[in-house]
T-cell receptor, first 111, second 114 residues
Framework: DSGVTQTPKHLITATGQRVTLRCSPRSGDLSVYWYQQSLDQGLQFLIQYYNGEERAKGNILERFSAQQFPDLHSELNLSSLELGDSALYFC??????????FGEGSRLTVL | QQQVKQSPQSLIVQKGGISIINCAYENTAFDYFPWYQQFPGKGPALLIAIRPDVSEKKEGRFTISFNKSAKQFSLHIMDSQPGDSATYFCAASNVGGGADGLTFGKGTHLIIQP
């Protein structure tokens, strides 16, 4: 158990819909990262937050947004969903940099 | 776009053999090179990591070899065991330049045959 909790574990929705994925980092970790994992693209970095502030942005679509709350949990919002958004979405946390601790992921299926 | 290229995509090794996975990177600013191991249904977990000031790091049966001039690094698994069967990802980041998230290779699906 990495100590990172992600909900929901599975989510099935339709195209055009909006979903929210939630992540609780390890106790004491200030950084939260979001990654998208698909079969053909591997693990793609989406965005990083550090202590409530956006620190780095990767290949995150404009339809996606994230935030980190004062209690350090984070949410990833995915809107206007398309079939190609079906993937595993991982949250990871770290104290600052270095070792990332990953949750078990949220599997999103868009039908 | 920063890239980390990983090969092979899949690998089958006999029990007791040596598994070798290779990665190459382009960005010379990368200064942290971890390997992550992922089992089905689980998130990736850090296996071993190296900084560019050393050419090799060994932890148990796992060794990272690093070639800074060639911009390549590799993972060697000695005496491979069926329990090592998993997907392995190399990654890189520019820690010194600010935390910008790890850039991952596309992964190697390793199968260790009994």
């Amino acid at each position: 158990d990495s100590g990172v909790t992600q909900t929901p574990k599975h989510l099935i929705t339709a195209t055009g819909q909006r979903v929210t994925l939630r992540c609780s980092p390890r106790s004491g970790d200030l950084s939260v990262y979001w990654y998208q994992q698909s079969l053909d693209q591997g693990l793609q970095f989406l965005i990083q937050y550090y202590n409530g502030e956006e620190r780095a942005k990767g290949n995150i679509l404009e339809r996606f947004s994230a935030q980190q709350f004062p209690d350090l949990h984070s949410e990833l919002n995915l809107s206007s969903l398309e079939l190609g958004d079906s993937a595993l979405y991982f949250c990871a946390s770290s104290v600052d940099w270095g070792e990332l601790f990953f949750g078990e992921g949220s599997r999103l299926t868009v039908l | 776009q920063q890239q980390v290229k990983q090969s092979p995509q899949s690998l089958i090794v006999q029990k007791g053999g040596i598994s070798i996975i290779n990665c190459a990177y382009e960005n010379t600013a990368f200064d942290y090179f971890p390997w992550y191991q992922q089992f089905p249904g689980k998130g990736p977990a850090l296996l071993i990591a190296i900084r560019p000031d050393v050419s090799e790091k060994k932890e148990g049966r796992f060794t990272i070899s690093f070639n800074k001039s060639a911009k390549q690094f590799s993972l060697h698994i000695m005496d491979s065991q069926p329990g090592d069967s998993a997907t392995y990802f190399c990654a890189a980041s520019n820690v010194g330049g600010g935390a910008d998230g790890l850039t991952f290779g596309k992964g190697t699906h390793l199968i260790i045959q009994p």
